[in-house]
């Protein structure tokens, strides 16, 4: 079993910044697939973005795409999610994935994921 970590979440106002990271104790995270995702009241789980296990490739989704850039920190075995420009239709519950096998190609659909985080929330004031 991996067991996931976010954290970072919080409130901000619409057009700041936050980070989120995601940590796995006793995984090394840049071996794997790793993925963001989110989920705001009352729909339904939506891909954020991913990284293919070597680090190389990444994929967003259009709504956040030239706003958001998901980076591992090696250093700290860590993938994080540098989020800026935020909108308040960012706000959600914010989850990060982890999958048992290699893809060299970002994941983005929840079922290819086998691992899950808690989620850390994010709200963002207009």
């Known amino acids: 079993q991996v067991h996931l970590v976010e954290s970072g979440g919080g409130l901000v106002q619409a057009g700041g910044s936050l980070r989120l990271s995601c940590a796995a104790p006793g995984r090394t995270i840049r071996l794997y697939n790793m993925g963001w995702f989110r989920q705001a009241p009352g729909k339904e789980r939506e891909f954020v973005a991913a990284?293919?296990?070597?680090?190389?490739?990444?994929s967003y989704a259009d709504s956040v795409k030239g706003r958001f850039t998901i980076a591992r920190d090696n250093d700290k075995n860590t993938v994080d999610l540098q989020m800026n420009t935020l909108k308040p239709e960012d706000t959600a519950d914010y989850y990060c994935?982890?999958?048992?096998?290699?893809?060299?190609?970002?994941?983005?659909?929840?079922?290819?994921?086998?691992?899950w985080g808690q989620g850390t929330r994010v709200t963002v004031s207009s």
């Open positions: 990284m293919g296990w070597n680090g190389e490739n990444t």
């Open positions: 994935a982890t999958t048992r096998g290699l893809n060299i190609m970002p994941l983005i659909h929840p079922h290819e994921y086998d691992y």
